[in-house]
């Protein structure tokens, strides 16, 4: 199986910064893809930015310019720099990895436990 741990969340004045990490272990044959998403109180869960194992990062709009994701591939570790941070940003934030556990198995979504960020005015 696979587990994945997150950590780095937490409170902070708006302007201020976070860095989110998420560690994947277990049975990993390849990832094919990394992210986070984030989820407010009643809200649905939306994306915040995806790193593919190959080609380029993808990013929500409300982001771009202030979060940066990035992945230590040797580690099975996903990074999200959080920068200028709003009210808005406040949210559950979850990290995803989209694993095959072996060599004939088909990709899958694993889903963190989620850290909360607070960010106050």
Not at 46 to 72: C, H, M, Q, W
Not at 92 to 99: A, G, L, N
Request: proline residues 3%; charged residues 15%.
């Amino acid at each position: 199986q696979v587990q994945l741990v997150e950590s780095g969340g937490g409170l902070v004045q708006a302007g201020g910064s976070l860095r989110l990490s998420c560690a994947a272990s277990g049975s990993i044959f390849s990832i094919n893809a990394m992210g986070w998403y984030r989820q407010a109180p009643g809200k649905q869960r939306e994306l915040v930015a995806t790193i593919p194992s190959a080609g380029i990062t993808n990013y929500a709009d409300s982001v771009k310019g202030r979060f940066t994701i990035s992945a230590d591939n040797a580690k099975d570790t996903v990074y999200l720099q959080m920068n200028s941070l709003k009210p808005e940003d406040t949210a559950v934030y979850y990290c995803y990895f989209r694993i095959r556990t072996h060599s004939l198995s088909t990709p899958r979504d694993y889903w963190g436990q989620g850290t909360q960020v607070t960010v106050s005015s």
